[in-house]
């Protein structure tokens, strides 16, 4: 398995203002969606990804993450460059490396009018066992991929229609 920071596949775009995004394809894994209350829960090394706000670098230059549903983590960025512009919505992409931190290997910005308390309730549905597996193989399905692709404004959106 490459380690974190071997260059992007040819062809790849990163999106507008992610920061580190070149080391998401080396991850070991794909990334799990968790709140404050999972992350705490999950084992060393599980790879993750977070929904928050960035707060400014303390004195020593640490940045932290309030996450969506409130809480606090510290951040061990894996990663070297400017994080001001990211100053509203963000999706961390890393690994749980002990209590309380994450190592983030990717910041990625939400749109600014991502309203995070509804983030974190889609968090804790994806979370939630009745809808966990089961639900996401069924969305996967091809009779549901057919039924969203004949949906007249998911033609419209992706220009065949």
Known sequence: MAAFGQPMPAGFAAPAGAVGVEHIATMPSVAERVNLDHFNQMRQG??????????PPD????????????????????FTGSLGHLT?????IGSKQQPGCLTAACILPLPGDCDLALWDEFVKLGQTPQLGIS??????SEPFRRSLQNHKGFQKQNGSG
């Open 135 to 140: 639900s996401l193989q069924a969305m996967s």
């Open 88 to 92: 509203g919505p963000v999706e961390v």
């Open 46 to 55: 599980a790879i993750l990804r977070m929904a928050g706000m960035l707060t």
């Open 59 to 78: 004195g020593q230059g640490a940045v932290s993450l309030k996450t969506a549903d409130g809480g606090m983590l510290s951040l061990n960025l894996v």
